[in-house]
């Protein structure tokens, strides 16, 4: 069996043939809110499905790509169509390709996602950074063998999502005049819904927005020494909150709906990022 290593050189190998880009910074888009890789200048997109050790997105409205291109003057890997442990997937799977990031020498990390709102103060359609997470898939990607060349057995998660960055993003947004929250973000596996029961549960521990992915992919980021901005799209709010019946067509109808105002953040950041 090869090496973690040995797969992530087979990958790059692969998509050197593709592109020379030399990225600095990564985004993963969530559900909807993939348009925003077509805006880069001089594309070019490889689909995850040719690249050697990726496994395949399954999900509808995630497409499966990795977008290579430059915005403000920074060269950006972009992320289409992530893949979930819901999916059947390991979460070193997962997280591959958070690892080909690091190896590629990405040190800068945008992470977005669709997710509930669990906080009675938000609204459909308000964009949250994420301050912390608390892990409810009850594993770790981590877990097995440390490869001490890549990150510490026992990286600290203090500093999960950067605070620099968090206020950089609110600056952004109260000068373009974009509604924003803070919040405590919560995953667990999926693929079904929370219940009423599992929502008031996870507003007595704290938890503005729940999800089913993003948290694994930030424990990996912060393995390999990234700095990380966690936006939330708050696409619905949590059975029981609201009476309106949850589906994925309601969570990329939300996000479609805001996706220029986040699209707008999100080039803005990127553009004063050091």
């Known amino acids: 069996m090869n090496t973690l290593q040995e797969n992530l050189s087979d990958s790059i190998r692969f998509i050197r043939s593709k592109t020379l880009s030399n990225p600095t910074v990564g985004i993963i888009l969530g559900s909807g809110l993939g348009s925003f890789a077509d805006g880069l200048e001089e594309a070019v997109s490889v689909p995850t499905s040719q690249i050697p050790n990726y496994v395949r997105s399954t999900v509808e409205g995630h497409s499966g ?5 430059r915005l403000g003057g920074k060269e950006i890997m972009a992320v289409k169509g992530r893949v979930h442990y819901y999916e059947g997937y390991s979460l070193s799977q997962v997280t591959y390709v958070v690892r080909l990031m690091a190896a590629l020498g990405i040190r ?7 997710a509930g709102g669990l906080n009675t103060s938000f609204k459909p359609g308000d964009l949250m950074f994420i301050t912390s997470q608390i892990n409810l898939f009850f594993d770790n990607p981590l877990r097995g063998v440390n490869d001490d060349s890549i990150g510490p057995r026992f990286p600290d998660m203090e500093s999960d999502y950067d605070r620099e ?7 952004i947004a109260l000068n373009r005049g ?22 008031r549960m996870l507003q007595r521990m704290g938890v503005d927005a729940v999800g089913m992915s993003t948290i694994p992919e930030v424990i990996v980021a912060k393995h390999g020494g990234m700095r ?8 619905n709010l ?4 609201s009476h309106e019946k949850l589906s994925h067509d309601e969570v990329t109808t939300t996000a479609n709906r805001v996706k220029t105002q986040f699209e707008t953040l999100l080039r803005d950041f990127i553009d004063m990022i050091d």
Do not use: D
């Open 108 to 114: 800068k990390m945008v992470v977005t996602n669709a």
């Open 228 to 235: 990380v901005l966690g936006i939330s799209c708050i696409t």
């Open 178 to 199: 974009i509604r924003t929250q803070r919040g405590v973000y919560a995953a667990h596996s999926g693929p079904t819904y929370e219940t009423r029961a599992e929502v």
């Open 165 to 171: 960055y968090i206020l950089l993003a609110e600056q």
């Open 65 to 69: 790509e990795l977008v290579f291109g």
């Open 238 to 241: 949590g059975t029981g909150i």
